[in-house]
């Protein structure tokens, strides 16, 4: 069964729902299939308003054109966040904001 799923960039979303304060969140779950990296180039600025990221990752990618796990780490690492939890065949990753103590 085909489904039509709208994608949306973050911050768009967020642009147009402006009773979503984001100041009130500092963890970001994501979870959407394979999508992740490009959920996280979308973000822009936004995603550093999160200091905790709980990314659903796999060491071989388990969606048709997911990305690794390791390209994600390292997408996150280039924008100051620290992996904190190990990659396995199919979980979640926890990464930590360097500037949080």
Known sequence: LDRVVKIQK???WVDEHP???IYKYNCLVLDVEGYELEVL?????L???FDFLNVELSGIPT???GPFAMEVIDYLKKRGYK???PIEAH????????TVR
């Open 41 to 45: 180039k979308g973000m822009g600025i």
């Open 91 to 98: 979980n979640d990753v926890f990464f930590i904001k360097e």
């Open 63 to 65: 969606y048709r054109e």
């Open 19 to 21: 009773k979503f304060n």
């Open 10 to 12: 973050f911050r768009n």
């Open 47 to 49: 995603l550093r308003h």
């Open 83 to 85: 992996q904190d939890s």
